[in-house]
Nanobody, 125 residues
């Protein structure tokens, strides 16, 4: 069955950068949609960025554009989220998840994704 493992979170000062990694295994389709979501304490889970591994096409939430970059190492089945110029409001638990296809609405549909990992905490002070 599909398994996703996130890593790379930590504590950074405002203005700093982090790179999150998500390793996926066991997914049936070689091309799929990988997405990063975040959950701020007390709020609902929201989409951050997604990438379709087949074409490399990417999607971003408005708050992530120009600041976060999603990329992949297809040979290693790893998806990255490079976060720069971090602010305290970026503090959250970050999760990765997978579904078959992306699309412009993917980041608004966390319930359609599966294989949720345990998350990695990002704290910006």
């Amino acid at each position: 069955h599909v398994q996703l493992v996130e890593s790379g979170g930590g504590s950074v000062q405002a203005g700093g950068s982090l790179r999150l990694s998500c390793t996926v295994s066991g997914y049936t389709y070689s091309s799929h949609c990988m997405a990063w979501f975040r959950q701020i304490l007390g709020k609902e889970r929201e989409g951050v960025a997604a990438i379709y591994t087949g074409s490399g096409g990417t999607y971003y939430a408005d708050f992530a554009k120009g600041r976060f970059t999603i990329s992949q190492d297809s040979a290693k089945n790893i998806v990255y989220l490079n976060m720069t110029s971090l602010k305290p409001e970026h503090t959250a638990m970050y999760y990765c998840a997978v579904r078959r296809f992306c699309g412009s609405m993917a980041l608004t549909q966390p319930e359609t994704f599966g294989g949720w990992g345990q998350g990695t905490q990002v704290t910006v002070s």
